[in-house]
RNA sequence: GCCCGGGUGGCGAAAUCGGUAGACGCAAGGGACUUAAAAUCCCUCGGGGGCAACCCCAUGCCGGUUCGAGUCCGGCCCCGGGCACCA
């Protein structure tokens, strides 16, 4: 063993150790218990960032962990390899997206293989492979089939100068991101999935995932957002049934069926039927109609925009009173959602109310509220308004509870044909049309004589052509002709090929079934998913709560019901980080677009008292760039740290163990790399307290008595292991783990006993912090693990027991309070009763002070603990 | 706007089931070693008062429950994530 710590040369021996003896690489066992460890696989942006390293890292430490339990751990990766940013790079720069991606995968492997990750690498899979979008593609199909997959409009972003789809992300301010034209919403054919079929299974089934953070439960419960309630169809009045030359009925969606007395107005959406025939004549409102398309499709955007609304001049009729209610178009209804039209009840809705005090409607109460909490709707709004009640004002419904006019209501309705109750789901359709290249080809093909037609599976996978380039103006492979021109599988005539490409959420639906047969060329998944499957432990950033993770859910749900896999769910237990944040800092650039700076490149200084920040550019000039508060480190907004600087400076070690030091995993944490020193210097005290420790030669194994000191050390030593099994095997806090080990090292440090028993204790005490920090700095606890004098590989060791007789204390510190606030503290012997805790208490001449003769009115004890003298 | 989190010393944090607030580490200050620096080691380190023993204040803000609240409840402020085409 050397004297000094060579990070670099610990790291390449125990890779070198790992490569040789393949290590990670594992097979189906069915003797063995299996433990499936996944992180989210990540998308290639080229360099690795802090975020990667805590989520894999993670990820590891509970894989060696595992392994040391004894399970046969299987921990993949892959690359997340579709997607935008590689479009977004072929057009700065003109690269194919193909290769950009392919370089990026191949630097950012050696990346994570640098930081020592016990992965499987023969399983590696990138979802840009054919190999592996071609059973999207088929399992589509299968979706097809079975009515999952269906195709109809939607709506985009459209941007009007560039004639392209614009994703969310590059609409800044209802501008595109390029032009910075005013996007516009455009309805356009697409697919989509039907995972509201599933809505019911995928709420209920959060009850079977007790491995699930709540929050996150409680995330996908309310995005599901299932509400019952009533379907009501209000019958056209002469006017409306004139505009639309037909009889027919506005049918509305609420929850709130006992109200329906209190609606004074309807509100539709821009692109409603009725608000279109009622245009017709009417430029003011085709106007507004078009005001209202401008703008993103972003759910964000619309909840914050102004309320605005305009009356259509057409009217439809009570289903009860046959009274005329007039039709408004506003802007904060949504086409996509329910019926694209809702009923308003100004008196118990806080945004009917809003919209009807704007607009001189009138305010109609009809619920009287039962805690008197009101006497009359008046303004400003109470939310006391939209409680339950007793209804008043309701004809032959009045004077019901809120459950009985509702069913009153809905079976009068379904009397007449005009409603009846219903479950709605705030969960929508999947769409998972991509109007871009770079993504996995929808398997469809378009003939004039036979319509949609199918791939048929033998002609799987569509492949797409790594050749092209986007430039911004729209999906490449609309241009080539080698591409879309086809013979139509159905009757041989021209045809052409879709040209829209999957949503990338689909990729990343079910690769980890994926890596249990990667090297499955006849089908999607074979029976070695039933070994894998379910994943045990996923680890994931807290941002893909909802979508990825519903989408998931789903897939896996479809799978089973087409009998190719057989659990319900797929990931048993989840872990999800906290996102590591870091400073977003951009300036506008001529062309109107954003550029975003590394904070690495940016400094602050004041002038004139105020703090502004200056950016030095790739071209070496220094510019003025804004501050824009903290973010998740990402691509997009360039303020990732990059790891390799930690790494060749400090090691892999000690960038693991300080980012697993620094906060628990599932904490938000604000990036610095202050601390860091800290890191090193543990691993350089260990390292030379081994050294100190077997310099001296080998020590014996802990046997007979021992002095106090020497018991107390291995007390310490014991506690820290119960500690970190505890905190690594259940708690998932890593922080304190290594916390515990430091503490534990510092007791070795103090310790001071050269004879044969004091080393025997010592040897154990630093077999205990090596094997313990294993699973975080491995490199490190290898080469320690050698010079303590074992043959074998701490990945090959059990994880060492604790000695529950070593940890026995004969005193125990008993705090005592006086009316709950801290006054002294005595010791007893451990396992005493109350009465002599009490005794021992009063005894004490601070406490006694304070109780100064006073009656004591109450004790409470808890044991082993704490006395509060209550006087 | 809606849904979900978070806020504790100069900083990252700990306090696991309502029971000692600040473990562990960073930074800072002081000292030892050194020709010097680095490294290493030792000491101090929430605020205020006191010669001291000790006492008072303090977990974003306001209020409540409790013998006892960082932890539970109600209201508010600020920060972060998601909002269906970033992944």
Redesign the pocket.
Known sequence: MDEIYDPAAVERAAQEYWERHRTFEVREDAGRQKFYCLS?L??PSGRLHMGHVRNYTIGDVLARFMRMQGRNVLQPMGW?A????AENAAISNGVPPARWTRQNIEYMRAQLKSLGFGIDWSRELATCDPSYYRWNQWLFLRMLEKGIAYRRT?V??WDPVDQT???????IEGRGWRTGALVEKRE?P?YYLH?TRYADELLGDLEKLPGWP???K??QA??I?RSEGCEIAFPYAPDTREAMSADGALKVFTTRADTLFGATFLAIAAEHPIALAAAAGNPRLAAFIDECRRGS????DA??QQKKGLHTGLHVLHPFTAEPIGIWVANYVLMG?GEGAVMGVPAHDERDFEFATKNNLRIAPVVRSMTGAYERVQAPWNPAYSEYGLTVDSGEFSGLTFKAAVDAIAAALEKRGLGRKRTQY???????????YW?CPIPLIHCGRCGEVPVPDEQLPVLLPEDLAPDGSGNPLNKSPAFHQCACPKCGGAARRETDTM???VD?SWYYMRYACPDQARAMVDGRVGYWLPVDQYIG????????LLYSRFWTKVMRDLGLVRCEEPFTNLLTQ??V?NHIYSCATAEGRRRYFNPADVRAKREDGVEIFEATTSEGETIRVQYG????M???DNNGVDPEGLIGRYGADTARLFIM????P?????W?D?????????I??LW?AVYEHVRRGPADRVKGAQSTPQRDLRRSAQHALA?VT??IG??R?F??A???C??L??AV??FDDPSPGGRAVRQEALEIITLSLSPIIPHVCHALWQALGHERAPVEEPWPAVDEAALAQDTV?I?V?I???????VHVAAGVDEAAVREAALADE?VSK?VAGKPVR?V?V?PG??I?I?V
């Open positions: 989210m990540p998308y997340d579709f997607g935008l940013p939607g985009v972003n789809v614009l994703a969310n992300e590059q609409v356009i697409m995972i709540e929050r996150v409680v995330m309310n995005w957002g499709v972003m759910e964000a909840a914050t959602y705030r969960l929508r359709d999947w769409g998972i049309s991509r109007q871009r993504g949503d990338t959420f990343s950033g807290i941002e893909h709560a909802i979508l990825h906290g996102m944040l508060g903290l973010g998740k990402s691509k997009s030091f620094a906060s628990p599932e904490q938000t944490l604000e610095s202050e601390g860091v020193q800290g890191a090193s210097r543990f350089r005290r030379s500690k505890d905190d259940r708690r806090n922080n304190t290594i916390a515990a430091m503490e090292l510092n440090g103090r510190e705090v309070q009316n709950g606030k801290l006054r002294g503290r601070q304070f109450k409470i808890v603990k704490l509060n209550v």
